[in-house]
């Protein structure tokens, strides 16, 4: 684990944080803090982690799964810009795998942007491989991607 960083699950208490979260990593189309509100009601089915730093406790990052039975999906992960590039995101991806292991799934999915290079970048490096592309799926024009990641004993 990065020095600096814990993770945990997310609390009720963490949504004005996660909101602000999202606000910075996905400014085009945001979770407000209903959404936010309406994931974390899904649990254990749905399963959200916060990245935070232990002096503080301010949060530096944010990642939800969906534990739907044999394939897994990750809902969402968001690192706060000035957090970028330590590793968060990878802690926090990883963290996911873990869970979707231990709940019994067999493979992980996740849609990002075609224009998204660091987050292909981490899915890349993680295992993800393309299993379908949705043309022009977002508003901007940008296609979606959907990553398939096999997960397996050994991560
Ligand atoms: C994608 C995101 C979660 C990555 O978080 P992060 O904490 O910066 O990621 P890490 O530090 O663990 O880096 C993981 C990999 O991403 C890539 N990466 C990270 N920062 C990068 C940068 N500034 N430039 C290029 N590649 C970068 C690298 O490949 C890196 O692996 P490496 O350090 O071994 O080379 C973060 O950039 C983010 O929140 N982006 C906005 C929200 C988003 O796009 N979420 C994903 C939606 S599908």
């Known amino acids: 684990m990065r020095a ?3 993770l945990r699950a997310a609390t009720w208490r963490d949504i004005p ?3 602000d979260l999202e ?3 996905f400014p085009e189309d945001p979770w407000d803090e209903a959404s936010l509100w ?4 899904r649990r254990p089915r749905r399963s959200y982690l916060v990245a935070h730093d232990p002096r ?3 949060l530096v990052g944010y990642a939800g799964l ?5 394939v897994a999906d990750v809902m969402t992960l968001a690192v706060d810009p000035r ?3 330590r590793g968060v995101g990878t802690l926090l991806l990883d963290e996911l795998h873990h869970r979707a292991r231990a709940a019994g799934a067999a493979s992980v999915m996740l849609e990002v942007r075609s224009g998204n290079d660091v987050a292909r970048r981490l899915y890349a490096s993680r295992g993800y491989a393309l299993v379908r ?3 022009r799926y977002y508003r901007s024009g940008e296609d979606a991607l959907a990553l398939r990641k096999e997960l397996s004993a050994d991560g």
């Not at 309406?38 to 009601?41: F, G, P, R, V």
Request: aromatic fraction near 0%; charge should be neutral; proline fraction near 0%.
């Open 66 to 70: 969906d534990l739907g039975g044999d």
């Open 17 to 19: 944080a996660m909101a």
């Open 38 to 41: 309406s994931e974390l009601a």
């Open 56 to 58: 503080t406790s301010d």
């Open 23 to 25: 606000r910075a990593a």
């Open 133 to 135: 592309t949705r043309r």
């Open 4 to 6: 600096g960083t814990h």
């Open 83 to 85: 957090a970028r590039g």
